[in-house]
């Protein structure tokens, strides 16, 4: 970490600062030049707090060297983290493939769709029992009825299912459960983050649509370091000014991530577009940059569909895109290689 | 709402969407061009989601023409909600100030500053008992304790509080508390907010980083639609490529929610800038476009706050602000005038 | 073209609505609902300003049913544009490899540059002249002295060239270029564009920074209109709030403009990312969702790159590149397909 | 500037890092540590590239702790400049009044709006003879004979005009202008910056949509550097992810502006917002923040403006809001004090 102190500090300032860090056990290296002073910090500085560093009125600026996550650094964990859940893997050269509908709606929908997309080479079922929407008044999910049918689903096709949490208080519903997902909008729900550190089943922690990939790396921090170690991360779109997708998918994050962290990148070309017909050009983009795998929406019935119909294929389309998909993989970029 | 339909759909088609939209009881006007076709709806939409619509094969694209919310809608209820507790008022011509610590630290910080923040003027008292803290190594607050400094604090003062929940776990803890302040973070936290609408007390709800002012109402809907009607929303900054303050202020949001709404509005200048210097003149300027109030850090010992010290003022400074904003608010915008 | 009128006007104000319509040859289709009245045009809007529309006093929002570009509407154009310099192609299945330094410094410089990146298999060769530079102190670039070097290589090698143009005046220079380029910042500049519109030559227009895919379009159709139809689209990434990378790769855009229309568009992913080690992935991302292209900066020796050397890569780095993008192309998006 | 250096480099590019800079008559502070090492550079860096520095293969990261810029520098030249033309001020304590018609229509037209906004306090008459417009196909402005007629009204008037260019080209129209308007668009054509460079009149240099505060400073630099030291800078709002306003005013960048340099620097309420009822407040917001002036459209018959009606006041809301706006301006942000 690196200290700018402002021009016209006062001798006792300096001390003081000086006195402090030395007791923290840091290393000092001090350069005074005309207009300005610099203090560089060499020790473990993930304790320090960037804002709170620049508080001190001595202080102009502050520059972090280091990353200020250590379990989901790739630095201190160089090889790729596998996450494997009977067998379905993600990571490591694995690309795991997650499908199926937005909303749990009927047993009959989830086992139809749930048949098709493991033809297809799903690996894992998704579907939404609890669901965050905007409205009050729209549609919220069958709740504990629909982790009951993605069981029975799952009963019946033996894929491991997906889907997401938006409460503590509703964690012993998800015992049997395979992934927890943790959405856009609760990427920063602390509370919510540290007791999903304490679970052992896999986190499935999306970006939310307006976070860095730092800050989607500290909330995969917060996770780790409660103790559970199994967390795929999940890039679905950031919040611009463009107004033909629902949010803009970027890709440039998946090589970032893989290079900071050996953790899994995912990516949902569904809901970061929020239009069917870009969920094959953007799944495409998504293996041919590197991500370990996709999680798509798949609805038998895409026009009716509770919600974000949408952005659904039909079983048919997604065939075709895990098709497609299976034949770029080869092609795609490898990092380190 | 407007449904523009596909350039080639099949009459069968249509025949279903228009006896599926008259069993829901809506008057339907249609307009079919040479190029495309078009089916207004008349009635309460309210119970439509547009994306549900636009996921509809048969249609290209939908157009809300109402606003989804209705408690809080200012076409419902025309007058100025006006939150009072305990005699201290904010909206309706009520200019609320709010002010006090990032976080709450010690009984004397605290007494300290709620002294001098009530001398300046101010009725109510913030404090951060429980903090969102992006890293997991950060300071997380001092929890109930921090909550038990605060109750200490307006028994001594007779300043209302104001303090953030993180969870709804937590709720208990907050029985005492005067006004539950909802962060940007949890904007959209659904189960957080639908169990504050069963709360009898005021909210105060932040705008999130990445959040429409549509969005706002309709979280603030979420606590309405429960039975809670005092909610007080504030503008905190949204997310942008800025990068010399910490977000970008949205000021032209208070008149734009003020037109829309009935609620009050109050503007947050110190998390939203993230920089102390900034705190006066966003204040008056936020004064001046017709904001309800103001909540702005105020810290003793800035320099060594244990968080977002860099955005806190000092009392001296708070009570110059104060002062000028008093002065201001007699020019300041009034909506209908 | 659909307008949603106020709640409350005047008989009068809708009359003298309706006849001005009229007298402009458009058919009207009226819905009067309860709480709003529709009004539906039928005809060519193109040349209605929907600005100019909201702007009147009983109209409340309208709403555009149709796309208001045309030279550059699919619709109306349904085959891909293939530009063609002396062999070279881009658009309708021919993927074109522009590649070369971001400044022209020296032949010496260029020529082994281009040398090398024809050997790579790239079509055309890329070089600045007017360098576009936020600071006024920073390296301009070679100017008319650095159009020389570029026809001396293109003499050398047989690449045509693509370099950009800065000021109208510039143009007589500009003679012998392929291709010109009209760099992000410029992708609003209107008259520059008209004047481009009467130029013989393909135009690569790059989008601009914080420029929507309507707006690059119709940025398009002011080249069009005045009669010069060969141009190439550019996503070069849009600002956001991400500062991982210099902008955000928005590479949605690339099927969504080819749906929208038949001009091919390529990548830039050195000036996209900003991160040399970015370009290889997000290069075989941009070939898989189906770009008709890629432009690639390549500098012999980038560490001393008189700009953006970050963003380069090495003619070994770029053969790597190419070879990778070759083999991934098979397996690509094609739209229709 | 501070280089922060790649972990493991070798000791020759550090001995070639170090002989080259000590060259360029730096002095250089370097601090080894475990991780890390770091160099401090001493001297004028205006001439260092951030983007070149950060190019060497041995720098990982660069931070930039002085101003690129050096004429607009408030550090350079303490004391605010004033732009006086014929006793007509801004900046300084002068808030400047420019009002008019977003375009230039006819003689009748404009004299009327002239007349009305003077009696009103306004100081300038604005007007746009050249119109930089999203579709080729929209009215674009008299052009030539635009300017004839501001010439017009300034005769009957006396009110100094200010008005947009578009192309270098166009200069010699612009002889008799008083003040020239670079558009948002234009605020990066750093070769017409040049050329204003050159010209002895204020210009007035209004922030591109997606421009950061510095990159707004830079392009000011590019006019100073020239010789031209009358520049006068506008916010107008930056484009975010928020549908209600056309842009996102931010206001925090005058108070930060009038920070960093001692440039006057006024605000556009209309263009910001794009919403006539919004002008008020946000011109009451700006004046209370600590701008130098307000640059308004006023139309005398804004439904049949031929752009951007939507955005313009009438003479009578025009005067009201001028009123306001004295009336606020003693109890406004006044930096230092």
Redesign the interface.
């Known amino acids: 970490m690196?200290l700018?102190l402002n021009e016209n500090y006062e001798e006792k300032q300096f001390e003081n600062l000086v006195n402090w860090l030395k007791n923290k056990n840091f290393?000092l290296?001090v350069?005074k030049?005309?207009?300005?002073t610099?203090v560089?910090l060499?020790g473990d500085t993930?304790?320090l707090?960037t804002?709170?560093m620049?508080?001190?009125?001595?202080v102009?600026?502050v520059?972090r060297?280091?990353e200020?996550y250590k379990s989901a650094n790739r630095k201190f964990h160089p090889l790729d983290t596998v996450i494997d859940v009977d067998g379905a893997k993600i990571g490591g050269g694995n690309f795991g493939m997650i499908a199926g509908p937005c909303s749990v709606e009927s047993e009959e929908q989830l086992c139809t769709i749930a048949k098709r997309v493991k033809e297809s080479g799903a690996g894992f079922l998704r579907g939404g029992a609890f669901k965050?929407?905007?409205?009050?008044?729209?549609?919220?999910g069958l709740r504990k009825k629909g982790i009951e049918l993605l069981l029975a689903a799952k009963a019946e096709t033996g894929l491991p299912i997906v889907t997401e949490i938006?409460?503590?208080?509703?964690l012993p519903l998800f015992e049997d459960v395979d992934v927890i997902q943790v959405g856009a909008?609760?990427m920063?729900?602390?509370?919510?983050l540290?007791e999903l550190g304490h679970v052992d089943k896999p986190i499935l922690l999306k970006r939310?649509?307006?976070s860095?990939?730092?800050?989607l790396l500290?909330s995969a921090?917060?996770i780790m370091?409660g103790g559970n170690e199994k967390v795929i991360l999940c890039e679905r779109g950031?919040?611009?000014?463009?107004?033909?997708?629902r949010n803009?998918?970027?890709?440039?994050?998946?090589?970032?991530i893989k290079?900071l962290t050996h953790l899994p990148v995912i990516v949902d070309p569904s809901h970061?577009?929020?239009v069917a017909?870009?969920v094959?050009?953007?799944s495409?983009?998504?293996?041919?940059?590197?991500a370990d795998g996709l999680i798509i929406e798949v609805h038998n019935d895409?026009?009716h569909?509770?919600?974000?119909?949408?952005?659904?294929l039909t079983p048919e389309a997604y065939d075709d895109v895990a098709r497609?998909v299976r034949?770029?993989l080869p092609?795609?970029?490898k990092i380190g290689k």
Not at 132 to 140: D, E, G, I, K
């Open positions: 690196i700018v290393e290296h350069s030049g005309q207009n300005s610099i560089g060499i993930s304790s707090d804002d709170m620049e508080s001190l009125d001595i102009k600026s520059k060297i280091g200020p965050p929407r905007t409205s009050p008044y729209a549609f919220q938006m409460d503590i208080s509703h909008r609760n920063q729900n602390f509370e919510l540290k939310g649509l307006a860095t990939i730092d800050e500290m921090e917060y370091s950031i919040r611009t000014f463009e107004p033909k997708t803009t998918l970027d890709l440039s994050a998946i090589p970032i290079q970061a577009t929020g017909k870009l094959e050009p953007m495409l983009a998504a293996a041919a940059c590197g895409p026009p569909a509770l919600c974000d119909g949408q952005q659904s497609k034949a770029i092609y795609s970029y």
